[in-house]
């Protein structure tokens, strides 16, 4: 079964990036003239998916604005010659269809999946969290995963391997290695002590799940008022298997103050249009540090 649907959870209330999230939710933070969920958008487009939902809480209507036709201001660019920044303003509503549920209580990253069901039906989907950029211009990471999907059609996860200090914050992996890349995921456990490290792989913000990931979900139990999507996926992979990709791509974090400041600089350094003169500056502003 082909993978045509992604669904991106963009819901978080963002306290990490406060006071700047208390308007703007992270998701839209621009990495140079970009904003980042569109870099989400864009990376499902080259993968060949067109239908996607966002999962979005209060407060966070300007994701579909942004999103949505702007004929006011298309009118203005073309008025005005801007044919550019028409094209590239033009461009944001054409990416794919894009539609969004509200979760009204922020629960849980598999709380926030739950709502989904409706939309990806009985098909396999794309889940993508709304905090992680990941920058691959040759080869997508969602296409990386889809293509491994189509091998072995289970469960995906997109994963790197991070410190044992970062470890600890996300969620450890049990692998096995089948070739290259690509592992037997037999467990997991989210935030780990020192002593329940399975290994330095954790997964970063990208995902194929089956449809019957909602039933496991019905039956995983809330722990702390929140229902953990890695709760189920680790019952998913001890049932019917799953499978790690040690997906190549470089990962920002958008919750993170120093990852949204590294994404600026390198995206910047690497601009087209302003590329060469921002590592001009860079250089001599370097010199004063």
Do not use: W
Not at 180 to 192: A, Q, R, S, V
Not at 215 to 232: K, V
């Amino acid at each position: 079964m082909k993978v045509t649907k992604a669904v991106i959870l963009a819901a978080g209330l963002g306290t990490r990036m406060l006071p700047a999230t208390k308007s703007i939710p992270k998701e839209l933070y621009p990495i140079v003239d970009k904003p980042a969920l569109q870099h989400h958008v864009e990376e499902l487009a080259k993968s060949g998916i067109k239908d996607i939902l966002i999962v979005i809480s209060r407060g966070k209507t300007l994701i579909e604005d942004h999103f949505d036709n702007s004929p006011e201001l298309e009118e203005r660019l073309l008025a005005a010659n801007k044919t550019k920044a028409y094209e590239e303003t033009k461009k944001t509503s054409e990416l794919a269809n894009i539609m969004y549920v509200r979760q009204k209580e922020i629960t849980g990253t598999g709380d926030a999946v739950r709502m989904a069901r409706n939309f990806t039906g009985d098909d396999p989907f794309v889940v993508m969290y709304g905090d992680d950029v990941i920058i691959n211009d040759d080869y997508p990471v969602t296409k990386q995963l889809i293509d491994v999907y189509e091998n072995y059609e289970c469960g995906i996860a997109g994963v790197q391997e991070v410190s044992r200090e970062m470890i600890r914050q996300y969620s450890t992996m049990e692998v096995s290695k089948i070739k290259g890349n690509i592992y037997k995921l037999t467990d997991m456990i989210e935030k780990p002590s020192d002593n329940e490290i399975l290994s330095l792989f954790t997964i970063l913000g990208r995902l194929i799940l089956p449809a019957k990931i909602y039933d496991i979900l019905e039956e995983t139990p809330f722990s702390n008022g929140e229902l953990q999507l890695t709760d189920a996926m680790k019952t998913l992979a001890k049932t019917d298997g799953m499978i790690a990709v040690d997906f190549e791509g470089k990962r920002y974090d958008m919750g993170n103050k120093l990852s949204v400041m590294q994404a600026q600089v390198e995206r910047a350094a690497a601009h087209s249009e302003i590329g060469e003169e921002f590592k001009k500056y860079l250089k001599e502003y370097v010199k004063t540090i």
